[in-house]
C-alpha cells in the first residue's frame, strides 16, 4: 500500500502511432508482484463484488505477491474462462470498487489479470478444454463473442458436445471485430481459440437462413442465443445519408478485416477532418484507429456536459464513478467535446463537409440547447459511436417464436432461459450493450443453468 | 459448571494450638464472621444472607448437660455422635424423614439415642430465608460394635443411605433434607443467615458452656440467591473460598472410575453410596463430598488436599519426593483445578492450603498465648500488638496446619515431607511410568501428498482459507493467527456449507467468580504434561496404580503414534477403533455407526486392552468418516456410564483436526492426546515446519484452558468446558452428556448429511478446495452480515442523510429469510393496536440509550476516538473510553467519552479519569475474545498514546487476562465499592460475555451493587484477538440477555440494575428485539465505526488501516474522513426506525417494551429456510420469567448506596488520626474523589494533609490516593493497597509496642499497587502476591514480596529489602526494580523474559535507591532500612538491578535524541 500505484509500461504515442501494435505491455514479473502485493486482503473484498464475474482478486493477488503465478492462475480460472480478454479491455469495475480507491489509487487489478494470463499461456498451464465425461447432449452456441464463448467452454468442461456458430468468417465475435488491433491484439483471441478442445466452430453460419433457428431447435438439446446487440443506434437527422458519415462499427470492423486479411481498408480516413459522434468506449477505439490511419484532424463530441473531475458524489465509492476520463486513444492525440447536440450535417455533391449542431446543459436533470451558441463544425467524415438499440432478432422471433423485452432485447428468465424451452440466451443479446466482463459471466451463468436443464431432461 | 451456583466468600479459623477448648474460641469465631460482613452478600432481602456458618470441635459437655435434660442417656467415653439435620417443616414429610435416617442408623448397626430440637430465633432471618427455612434437629447416635477408627466411616456410610433413599423414595420433594453434621468430632452450625446474625440464630451458640478449640467459620457471596439453606458453609470437612472450574471433569471422573473403585474400608460397598459426588450442589459441596471420601477411604486430610490441588510440580522446583508424590496421586485423582482458600478441618486438626496460583488470600496470626487465627483478611480479631508472635499468609500452593491433638503448628514442609515419604513413590513410578521417548521406534505410515492429500483435505472440510489463515500461519509462525474485528457469519446450526461437527461448539471461560489465567506471563503453574492409560483405584496405594505413558504434550504425531501403537512395555495393550464407516451403507449409517463403535470399545476393554486409539486414516472415497469428536465422546461417554472408563486411555488419530479449537474439543471431551495427521502432511507439503505447528497448537490449547482458569490439561482433560448451539438434546444426553445446548436442533441424521456432504467434496466435484469465507467476505463463501452492499449502503445513507438510504441498509441487514445468520433472525415481533407515530416518544430520547462500544485510544487513532465522543455527546448518548485512558484536554468538553473504562491494564485509570465519568465501566470480558487479554505492540505506542497510558513511546503495553483485584465475586463487590467511593456520582457498569450461567454471575454482578449489567455477545468486534477466540468463544446474546433477564427478575434484582447489551447491533430491528428481550441501552461499536468509514478491512491489528481509523500511523490518519455528523445521523436513524416499531407495537415509550418477551415469537418457517434452523427449539430465549407479575421485569430505582459510614467522612471533617479496622475500607479514597474533583489532577501541594491510622486496614487503603495526602498507617493492611495509586503517599508500618520482627512478618496483602500511576508506597514489613502489578509510576520500598512482584509493571520504581517469591518482573515492560539480594536466590525467582539484571552501579540509580530507602526509615522506622544505610558501600554491591530490555533500550535512544538536539 506504500508502494504508489503503477500501471504497466504503455508505448510511446509516437512509436504506437504507428503500427497496430497493443498499447500496453504485459507488467514484467517484478512490478506485476509488486503491484499485486499492493492488496490489502481486505476482510470485506469490494472488488469481488464491483467484479461482474466475483473473481476473487485478493486470493489470486496474493499468490501473485508471493510469486505462485499457478496458484494465481487456478484461482483467476475458477471465475473467470477469459483473462486474457479481460486483463486487456476491461474498464475494471473491480478497481473502482478497491478500497484504495478511496485515495484514487486502486490496485492495478486488471494488469495483475493480464499478467497471470500471458504468464498461464507462457507456462503451457493453459491447456485445451478435457472433460472426464461425456454426457451425450448437444447444445448449440450461436455467436463466438465472449458470451457465446464462455458459454461454450463451461458447457463443454462439463462434457456436453458444443458446435458454435459464427456469422462471420472468423471466430471471436465482437473480441475480434470491435475491438482494435492496438487494445486486444488478434493473436490472443487466436491462441484462446486453440485451446478449445472439443468445440465445433461452423463460421459463416447465417443462422436464421442456413441453418435455420428451427433446424438448430431439431437438432440440438439445447440451444445459447449470443448474437450480441448489432442493432447501432441511429441518427435521424438531416444529412444522415451524405457520404462520409459511418456507423462506428462499419469502419472498426473494417480495418479489424484490413488488418487480418493484409487488404486495403473501405474507410480511410488518412488526411481527414474527422468527427466523432460518442464519447464512449466505441468512440475511443475509432479515435485511436483514425489516428492511425492518419487522419488530419479528429474531434470526439459527447452529447452531454463533461462529467466531474475527481470525484462525483452522486456516483460514491464502491460503485462505478460517473468521472472525466481520458483513454489511451485519447491520450495520442484528437480534440474533445462535450455537452454539444450535432443537428444536423451537411455536405456538397452529396459528400459531407460540416456538421451542425448546439451547445447543451444540463437542467433539473434534461438536457436542453443553450441558445444562441448554434455552431458549424467543418468535417469531412464523421463516425457515428452512439451504442446499440438491441439484437438482429428477426429470424429468431420469426422461427421459434422468442419473444423481446421492452428494450429490444431478447427476453429470459432468472435462469436465462427465452419463453422457448430449452432455448437460452447470454451476454449483450439479452442485456443490451455492455462490458465484456458482462457477457463472461452471463455465458458461465446461462451455461449453468443449461447444464441443470439439461440434467433434468 | 451446569450447576447454577458459584460462591466466593470470605473464609477463616481460629484455633488454641494446646487443644484448650474454650468459649472465647466460639465467640472469636463469630467475631471474624461479623467481620467479613462484608465479603459475603444478601439479595433482594436485605436481611437474608448467602449463608453463614460455624463448625466446631464436638461439644461433649455442653451436649451431654442438653441430654441429660431432655432424659437422653448418653453413653461414656465420647461413644456418640450428634448430627445437626436439616428437615422438611411439613410434618408427615419431617417424620419420613427421620425414620429413614433412623433405619440407617439401624442398618448400620448402631443405635439412635433421641432427637433434640435446635433451640432457634427465626426472627433474625430475612423473610425469604424463613420462607424456606427447615426445621433443625439433633440426632443423638450411640456408636457400637465398629472400632472408634471406623466411626465417622459408618457415620458416613448412614448419611449416604438416607440421603440416597429420601430422594428414591421422594420423601422430601422440596429438598429440605440435609445432614450439616453428623460426626462424633465435629459439629456444624450453619443457614442461611447473615453473618453477624448466625450467633443470634443457634441459641447453642450463645451458651456459655458451648466450648471449643478450634472454630471454622464461613461467610458466603453467591452469585444468585435462590435460597439454600443447605448450601452454606462449612461443610463437613472444609470451607471454601473460590471456585473450581474443573468440576464437570472432576464428577464426570469420579463417575468414570466407578467400577474400578473398591475399598474393603466400606461395608457392603461402594456402589451403594453412589453417587460419591453430589449432582446439583455447588463446587464447594462437591468439593467435600470428594474431601470426605478420601479421608475415610484412609487419607489423612492434608493428605487428600495435596491430591486434590496439588502445587504446580510439573515445572521441575519441588523437591525430587514431592514432585514424585505428585506425579504418582495424578494417576488416581485429577486435580480439582481453581482459585481456591482452603480450610480443612476435623475433630483435632484444623488447616488451610492455597491453590497453585495463589488467587485467593489468606492471612495468618499467631500470638503469643498460643492462638492462630486465619482468615481472608488480616485483623478479623483484635490482637493488641503485644500479643502477636508472628503475622503471615500463605502463598501459592502452601499448606498450614495446627495439630491440636499435638499442639503444634505443622509446617508445609514437614507436612509435605510426611506425606510424600510414606512409599517409595519414585521408584514406583520409575517402575511402572513410561515415557513416550523411551519406547521403541516404529515405522509411522507414509505422509500423505499430492491427490491424496488434497482429496481427504476436501473430505474432512479444510477450505483454501483454513490453509492460508490458519494452517500455513501457524507453521510458520509457531503461534495462532490473529484477526480483528467481530464474526458476523452464521452459527453452525445456520450455515448451509456443512461446518465441522466443532463449530457447534463454543468455548466456555471465566468471568468474575474465578480469574482467568495468563499463560504466557504465569506459566510457571501451567501444565501441559498428559497420560494415558489405565488409571488406578483412587482408594489403594500400590506401584501398580501409576501404570502410565507419559507424554509431554497431548498433540502427538504419526510417529509418536507409531510408537504407541507398538509398545510393548509394561501392561501396555493398545488398539485401533476405525472410525470409518461403508458409504454403501446408505441413511441412518452414522447412528449404527457410533452403536457399533462403542460397542467394539466396550469390548475392547474386557478384552484387556488399555489404549483405544479411535482413527479415521482408513477413510476412502467408499468409506466416511464418523465426525471424530462425535466418536471420541461418545466413547467417552459410553464407557464413563458403563464406569469403565478408566480402565483404558483414549487417542485420537484425525484428520479433522486443523486448528486450535478442534483440539480443544477433543481433550475437553476425554482423549488423552491427539495425532492430526492430515494437518501436519499438509504442513510438510507446503513446505513449512510441523514442531511450529504443534506448538502453535499446544500454546493456543494452553489459551483456551486459561481462558476458563485452568492450568493442566490433565485436569482440563474431560472438563467438558463448552457449550453446544444447534445439536438435538437427544445427542447430547447420549453422546456430550451434561453439556449444555440449550435450543435444541440437529440430530444424527443432520449431522450424518453433512458429514456425507464434506465426504463427497473428496471424491466427486472440483479439485479446488472451497474457497472457504469465514473469516473474509468471499462471494461464494460463508454470509456475512458486513458485506459490501451493507457497508456501502450505510455509508451512503450516512453520508448523504438519506432515509430511504438507510431503510435499505436496515433491510439488506435483517433480510434473513434467505441465508440465517443470528438468532434474532429466527424470531418475529409481535406487531398489533399500531398508534400514531407522533405519540411515540422522540428520537432523541431513545439516542440517549444508545452507546458505541469501548474502543482504546490506541487502538484507534485520536481522530476516530473522538469523532465518536463528540457525535453521541451531541445526542446525549455516550461514548466508550477503552481501556486506554483519555487524553487530558478531553475532560471537560464534547471531547469526552462519558463511559470510562476500567479494565485488566488500568492504563490511565487515575482518580482524575474516574471522576470525569458518568459511567464506570468495568470490563469483565469482550466479546470477542472472553477470558483473555490483549496488549499493545511498541510500534502503536506514540508518545500520546504513551501519555495518556502513563507509559513509555515504544515500550508494549500489555492487559493481563484477569483483573487482578477480581479473583472472586467478592472481589467485583471491593472494586465497585472503591469506584463508587472515588466517584458517587458515576453509575457502575460490569461487562460481561454471554455464556450459559451468564444470568447467575449477573445477579451476583447486582448483588455487588453495580448499576448496569453489560451483556456482549461473542459477535463483538475487537482490534486483535486469536482467530479461534474471535469465532469460538463466547456465546449469541441473545441467549445471554435472556438468561440474564430471566434469572435477575427471578431473583427480584432486575429492578436495581439496567441491561445493556451490544455485539453486532446493527439496525433498530435489532434493538428491538434486544429490548423485548430486557435490554434498556444499547451498544453499537463496529455500526457506528462503518458509519464513519470503516470498511471492514479487519486489518486493525496490523496497523494499516487505510481509512485511518485503526491505526495510528500519522500518514493513514489523515485519511480518515469520518465526522460526528455521520455518528449523529447513524444513531438517529436507527432511533427513528426504532420508533417506527413501537408505533407498530402500539406503545409510546422504549421502556414499555423492555422485557416483553411475549411479544415474540419463533418466526414462521417459510419455503427456503435451511432444514436445519426449523430444528432450533427457542424457548430458552422466548421462556418468560418466572415470578409473579408484579416483580419489576425492568429497571425502576436505583441500588440502595450509603457511603455514610465510609471513614473518610471523619477526615473531610478535619480529623486526622483514627483507628481503623479490617472493614473499614478505601480509606483515602472517597476524599481523593473530592480533591481531584475540585483541584483536577495535581491535587493538592505535597505534604497537604497527613491522616494517622492505628489497626488494621480494610481492603483498598489508599486505593486511587490523590497527591498532596499521605495516609500513614501503624498496624497492617489487606489486599490492594494503593489500588491505582494517583499521587498520594501510604505509609505503613507496624503498631506500636509491636514486639515481631518487622522485616519477616506480612505487613500488607495482595495486588498491592495495582495500575499505581503515580505516588509513593513505603511498607515496614512483607507484602503478598502481585506486589505493583501493572504499576505505571509508582515507587515503592517493601522489605519483601510474594510470587509475581512487579508483574506487568510498565513504570515507576519498585525496591524490594528483602525476599522474593516466584516469577518477578514477568510482564514487566517498564520502569525499575532494584532488590536487595542478601542470600543471593534472586535470580532462580526472577522471570527473564522481559528484563535483564544489572548491577546498582549508575550514580543516577544510587542515589535514588539510597534516597529512597532513607526515606522508608525515616518514614517507617525500617531497622532494616537502617542497617542497610549503615553498611551502604558494603551492601551496595548486592543490590540487583531489574531493567526491562524494551524499555532500556528506548530510554537510551532517547536519550541519545536528547543529546544529539543539545
Known sequence: MRLPRALPHRRPIAERLGDWHEVEHTAPDADARAQAGRCMDCGVPFCTNGCPLGNPIPDFAAAVARGRWDLAYQRLAATNDFPDFTGRICPAPCEAACVLALDDAPVTIEATERAIADRAFAEGWVTPIAPARHTGKRVAVVGSGPAGLAAAVQLAERGHGVVIFEASARAGGLLRYGIPDFKLDKSVIDRRLAMLGPIEIVTNAQVGIAPTWTALRDEFDAIVIAIGAQKPRELAIAGRDLDGVIVAMDYLVDQNEALADGRATRFDLRGKHVVILGGGDTGSDCLGTALRQGAAQVTQIELVPPPPIGRNPATPWPAWPIVFRTSSSQEEGGARAFGFRTTGFAGTNGRLSALHGIEVAREAGRLVDVPGTERVMPADAVVLALGFTGANADALIAQLGVKLDGYGNIAVDARYETNITGVFCAGDAQRGASLVVWAIAEGRAAAHHVDSFLAAS | ?1462
Open chain 2, 1 to 1462: 459448571m451446569g450447576n447454577d451456583f458459584r460462591d466466593a466468600c470470605g473464609v477463616g479459623f481460629v484455633a488454641d494450638i494446646h487443644g484448650r477448648r474454650s468459649r472465647s474460641i466460639v465467640e472469636q469465631g463469630l467475631e471474624i464472621l461479623r467481620r467479613l460482613s462484608h465479603r459475603a452478600a444478601t439479595g433482594s432481602d436485605p436481611e437474608t444472607g448467602d449463608g453463614a456458618g460455624i463448625a466446631l470441635q464436638l461439644p461433649e459437655q455442653f451436649l451431654r448437660d442438653e441430654g441429660a435434660r431432655l432424659g437422653l442417656e448418653l453413653p461414656p467415653n465420647r461413644r456418640f455422635a450428634v448430627g445437626n439435620v436439616f428437615l422438611p417443616p411439613d410434618p408427615g414429610m419431617r417424620v419420613a424423614c427421620e425414620q429413614i435416617l433412623e433405619a440407617a442408623i439401624d442398618e448400620e448397626g448402631q443405635r439412635v439415642i433421641g432427637w433434640r430440637d435446635v433451640p432457634i430465633d427465626p426472627s433474625v432471618v430475612g423473610p425469604i430465608g424463613r420462607d424456606v427455612m427447615p426445621v433443625f434437629r439433633q440426632v443423638f447416635v450411640r456408636m457400637r460394635r465398629v472400632p472408634p477408627s471406623a466411626w465417622e466411616r459408618t457415620l458416613f456410610v448412614i448419611r449416604k443411605l438416607a440421603e440416597n433413599r429420601i430422594r428414591e423414595r421422594h420423601a422430601d420433594p422440596t429438598g429440605y433434607f440435609h445432614v450439616a453434621s453428623l460426626s462424633t468430632e465435629t459439629i456444624i452450625y450453619k443457614g442461611l443467615l447473615l453473618p453477624a446474625r448466625l450467633g443470634e440464630f443457634f441459641l447453642d451458640l450463645k451458651e456459655p458452656a458451648l466450648a471449643s478449640s478450634i472454630a471454622v467459620v464461613h461467610s458466603r457471596f453467591s452469585t444468585n440467591t435462590f435460597p439454600t439453606w443447605d448450601l452454606a458453609q462449612p461443610f463437613r470437612y472444609i470451607a471454601h473460598n473460590g471456585e473450581i472450574n474443573t468440576l464437570r471433569g472432576n464428577a464426570n471422573w469420579m463417575q468414570a472410575r466407578r467400577s474400578g473403585l473398591r475399598s474393603a474400608k466400606f461395608s457392603g460397598g461402594i456402589e451403594r453410596l453412589m453417587p460419591i459426588i453430589v449432582p446439583g450442589k455447588s463446587d464447594s459441596a462437591q468439593f467435600d463430598n470428594m474431601a470426605e471420601l478420601l479421608v475415610l477411604g484412609g487419607r489423612s486430610l492434608p493428605h487428600a488436599m495435596m491430591m486434590m490441588i496439588p502445587e504446580a510440580w510439573e515445572s521441575g522446583t519441588l523437591a525430587d519426593d514431592r514432585a514424585s508424590f505428585y506425579r504418582y496421586a495424578a494417576s488416581l485423582v485429577e486435580p480439582w483445578d481453581g482459585p481456591a482458600a482452603i480450610v480443612f478441618f476435623d475433630g483435632q486438626l484444623v488447616g488451610a492450603t492455597l491453590d497453585r496460583n495463589g488467587l485467593r488470600p489468606a492471612r495468618w496470626t499467631i500470638t503469643t498465648d498460643d492462638r492462630v487465627i486465619l482468615a481472608s483478611e488480616a485483623g478479623v480479631i483484635d490482637v493488641p500488638p503485644e500479643l502477636v508472635r508472628a503475622k503471615g499468609r500463605l502463598t501459592p500452593g502452601m499448606m498450614f496446619v495446627i495439630d491440636t491433638a499435638e499442639g503444634r503448628i505443622v509446617d508445609d514442609a514437614e507436612l509435605k515431607h510426611d506425606v510424600a515419604s510414606r512409599f517409595p513413590y519414585r521408584r514406583w513410578l520409575a517402575k511402572n511410568v513410561f515415557h513416550l521417548a523411551d519406547l521403541d521406534s516404529a515405522e509411522p505410515p507414509m505422509p500423505l501428498a499430492g491427490d491424496e492429500l488434497q482429496a481427504r483435505q476436501r473430505a474432512f472440510g479444510y477450505t483454501d482459507e483454513d490453509l492460508e489463515l490458519i494452517v500455513a500461519p501457524m507453521a510458520e509462525t509457531g503461534k495462532e493467527p490473529v484477526g480483528s474485528m467481530g464474526t458476523d457469519t452464521p452459527l453452525a446450526v445456520l450455515s448451509q456449507h456443512a461446518p465441522n461437527v466443532s463449530a457447534y461448539f463454543h468455548q466456555l471461560f471465566a468471568q468474575v467468580t474465578n480469574p482467568p489465567i495468563d499463560p504466557i506471563r504465569e506459566a510457571l503453574v501451567m501444565s501441559l504434561e498428559t497420560s494415558v492409560g489405565p488409571d488406578g483405584n483412587t482408594f489403594e496405594e500400590t506401584p501398580e496404580q501409576c501404570h502410565q505413558l507419559r507424554l509431554r504434550g497431548p498433540i502427538i504425531d504419526s510417529a509418536d503414534l507409531a510408537k504407541i501403537r507398538g509398545v510393548r512395555e509394561g501392561v501396555f495393550d493398545p488398539v485401533t477403533l476405525s472410525i470409518t464407516w461403508p458409504r454403501s451403507y446408505g441413511d441412518g449409517w452414522l447412528a449404527k455407526a457410533l452403536g457399533e463403535l462403542c460397542k467394539a470399545a466396550v469390548r475392547a476393554i474386557d478384552d484387556g486392552r488399555n489404549i483405544l486409539i479411535l482413527s479415521d486414516r482408513g477413510v476412502t472415497a467408499d468409506r466416511v468418516p464418523i465426525p471424530a469428536l462425535l466418536a471420541l465422546s461418545a466413547v467417552q461417554q459410553h464407557l464413563v456410564r458403563e464406569g469403565i472408563r478408566m480402565q483404558a486411555g483414549l487417542l485420537v488419530e484425525t484428520a479433522e483436526v486443523r486448528e486450535v479449537h478442534d483440539v480443544a474439543l477433543l481433550i475437553g471431551f476425554g482423549a488423552a492426546a491427539v495425532n492430526p495427521y492430515l494437518a501436519l502432511d499438509t504442513v510438510s507439503a507446503l513446505g513449512l515446519d510441523r514442531e511450529k505447528y504443534i506448538h502453535a497448537l499446544e500454546d493456543g490449547l494452553l489459551k483456551v484452558m486459561s481462558k476458563m482458569g485452568i492450568t493442566t490439561v490433565q485436569s482440563y482433560r474431560g472438563a467438558q468446558m463448552f457449550e453446544a448451539v444447534g445439536i438435538d438434546r437427544d445427542v447430547i444426553e447420549a453422546h456430550f452428556t451434561g453439556t449444555p445446548s440449550r435450543l435444541g436442533g440437529v440430530g444424527l441424521a443432520d449431522l450424518e448429511t453433512e458429514a456425507n456432504a464434506r465426504h463427497a467434496r473428496g471424491w466427486q466435484g472440483p479439485r479446488e478446495l472451497p474457497i472457504g469465507g469465514t473469516y473474509r467476505w468471499r462471494r461464494t463463501g460463508e454470509l456475512h452480515k458486513w458485506n459490501p452492499a451493507t457497508i456501502a449502503t450505510l455509508q451512503d445513507a450516512v453520508r448523504r442523510a438519506d432515509a430511504t438510504r438507510f431503510a435499505e441498509f436496515e433491510r439488506l441487514c435483517d433480510d434473513e429469510e434467505r441465508a440465517l445468520v443470528t438468532l434474532r433472525g429466527l424470531l418475529d415481533v409481535q406487531y398489533g393496536d399500531p398508534i400514531a407515530l407522533d405519540d411515540v416518544e422522540p428520537a432523541s430520547s431513545i439516542v440517549k440509550r444508545f452507546v458505541t462500544g469501548a474502543m482504546s485510544f490506541g487502538s484507534i487513532s485520536a481522530e476516530a476516538h473522538e469523532t465518536l465522543a463528540i457525535g453521541m455527546n451531541r445526542l446525549g448518548a455516550r461514548s466508550n473510553s477503552g481501556e486506554g485512558g483519555e487524553e487530558l484536554h478531553r475532560f471537560d468538553n464534547e471531547r469526552r467519552s462519558a463511559i470510562k473504562q476500567v479494565a485488566s491494564g488500568r492504563f490511565g485509570v487515575t482518580a482524575h479519569y474516574l471522576v470525569s465519568a458518568d459511567d464506570l465501566q468495568i470490563k469483565i470480558a469482550q466479546g470477542a475474545k472472553p477470558g483473555e487479554g490483549g496488549q499493545l505492540p511498541g510500534a502503536k505506542v506514540d508518545d500520546r498514546i504513551a501519555k495518556v497510558r502513563c507509559s513509555t513511546p515504544g515500550v508494549t503495553l500489555i492487559s493481563p487476562p484477569p483483573h487482578h483485584d477480581i479473583y472472586s465475586i467478592e472481589d467485583l463487590a471491593q472494586l465497585i465499592y472503591d469506584l463508587t467511593a472515588v466517584n458517587p456520582r458515576a453509575r457502575v457498569s460490569v461487562k460481561l460475555v454471554s455464556e450459559v450461567g451468564v444470568g447467575t454471575i449477573a445477579a451476583g454482578v447486582a448483588k455487588a451493587r453495580a448499576g448496569c449489567v453489560v451483556i456482549a455477545g461473542f459477535e463483538g468486534g475487537t482490534g486483535a484477538a486469536p482467530l479461534s477466540s474471535l469465532k469460538r468463544a463466547g456465546l449469541p446474546w441473545e441467549l445471554g440477555l435472556a438468561e440474564a433477564q430471566q434469572v435477575l427478575v427471578e431473583n427480584r434484582l432486575r429492578d436495581r440494575v439496567r441491561l445493556q447489551v451490544d455485539g453486532g447491533l446493527r439496525t433498530s430491528r435489532d434493538v428491538v428485539i434486544a429490548a423485548l428481550l430486557g435490554a434498556e441501552e444499547f451498544g453499537m461499536a463496529t455500526a457506528s465505526l462503518v458509519a464513519t468509514g470503516c470498511v471492514m478491512l479487519r486489518k486493525c491489528h496490523l496497523n494499516t488501516c487505510s481509512v485511518g481509523i485503526a491505526t495510528q500511523d500519522p500518514e493513514l490518519r489523515t485519511r480518515y474522513t469520518g465526522k460526528p455528523e455521520d455518528v449523529v445521523t447513524y444513531f438517529t436513524f436507527v432511533a427513528e426506525a426504532v420508533r417506527a416499531h413501537l408505533a407498530r407495537l402500539g406503545v409510546r415509550s422504549l421502556d414499555e417494551i423492555v422485557g416483553r418477551v411475549d411479544k415474540l415469537r419463533a418466526r414462521k418457517r417459510s419455503l427456503g429456510w435451511h432444514a436445519k434452523a426449523s430444528k432450533l427449539d427457542l424457548s430458552a430465549i422466548l421462556q418468560a420469567p418466572v415470578a409473579p407479575a408484579d416483580v419489576p421485569r425492568r429497571f425502576v430505582r436505583a441500588q440502595p448506596w450509603s457511603l455514610d459510614d465510609h471513614v473518610d467522612h471523619r477526615i473531610l471533617a478535619g480529623e486526622t488520626a483514627l483507628p481503623i479496622d479490617n472493614s473499614k475500607r478505601a480509606a483515602g479514597t472517597l476524599l481523593s474523589g473530592e480533591l481531584v474533583r475540585k483541584h483536577g489532577a495535581a491535587g493538592l501541594p505535597d505534604g497537604s494533609l497527613t491522616v494517622r491510622f492505628t489497626g488494621s486496614a480494610g481492603q483498598s487503603f489508599g486505593a486511587f490516593l490523590a497527591p498532596g495526602v499521605t495516609l500513614e498507617l501503624a498496624g497492617e493492611a489487606n489486599d490492594y493497597i494503593g489500588k491505582g495509586l494517583s499521587g498520594g503517599r501510604i505509609v505503613v508500618k507496624p503498631p506500636p509496642g509491636a514486639r515481631f520482627v518487622a522485616e519477616d512478618n506480612v505487613i500488607v496483602g495482595n495486588v498491592a499497587l495495582y495500575g499505581a500511576t503515580a505516588g509513593d508506597l513505603f511498607a515496614n514489613g512483607l507484602a503478598g502476591e502481585r506486589f505493583a502489578v501493572r504499576n505505571s509510576g509508582a515507587r515503592a520500598v517493601v522489605e519483601g514480596v510474594g510470587a509475581h512482584g512487579c508483574e506487568y509493571m510498565t513504570g515507576g520504581v519498585v525496591i524490594v529489602l528483602g525476599a522474593v517469591g516466584k516469577n518477578f518482573a514477568a510482564g514487566m515492560s517498564g520502569g525499575t526494580a532494584y532488590v536487595f539480594d542478601a542470600s543471593q536466590t534472586f535470580r532462580a525467582s526472577c522471570n527473564v523474559e522481559l528484563v535483564e539484571l544489572e548491577p546498582l552501579s549508575l550514580d543516577s540509580d544510587v542515589w535514588l535507591v539510597h534516597g529512597l530507602i532513607a526515606d522508608h526509615a525515616r518514614l517507617t522506622g525500617s531497622a532494616r532500612a537502617t542497617k542497610l544505610l549503615d553498611n551502604w558501600d558494603h551492601v551496595r554491591p548486592r543490590f540487583i538491578k531489574v531493567m526491562p530490555t524494551e524499555y532500556k533500550r528506548v530510554l537510551e535512544q532517547r536519550r541519545a535524541r536528547l543529546l544529539g538536539v543539545a
